[in-house]
């Protein structure tokens, strides 16, 4: 059963394995339903500011990072153990896992 999206922009806080390490992290994701953004799913790299210290106070570590593929840097998503950081290609990845197969547990914050 897939969940119904939320007609408002929710911040969701997924406890997950790191990609790199496997312990346990959080990262925040944002994302709405169709009438908002599309329903696009994206990460901090297109967060606001307070939106960066809602994460932050939810445990989650965002780090400015480099990005040697679009020679630029954007804000990440980013394990405490190893100091991996989470690519936007993984956003959808993660989100899935939570909000539709419940592999990892998570928490919603209207925004
Ligand atoms: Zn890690």
Redesign the pocket.
């Given at each position: 059963m897939t969940k119904q999206q939320p007609l408002k922009k929710q911040m969701i806080i997924v406890t997950a394995p790191?990609w790199?390490?496997t312990?346990p992290?959080h990262l925040a994701l944002i994302y709405g339903n169709v009438a908002i953004d599309s329903g696009q799913v994206y990460g901090p790299e297109k967060f606001t500011n307070e939106e960066i210290a809602l994460a932050e106070m939810q445990g989650v570590i965002i780090r400015m990072h480099k990005s040697a593929t679009r020679k630029d840097e954007y804000l990440a998503n980013t394990?405490p153990?190893?100091n991996?950081f989470l690519g936007q290609f993984f956003h959808f990845e993660y989100f899935c896992g939570a909000i539709q197969y419940g592999d990892y547990s998570y928490k919603e914050i209207d925004l």
């Open positions: 790191c790199k390490c312990e992290f394990c153990h190893c991996a």
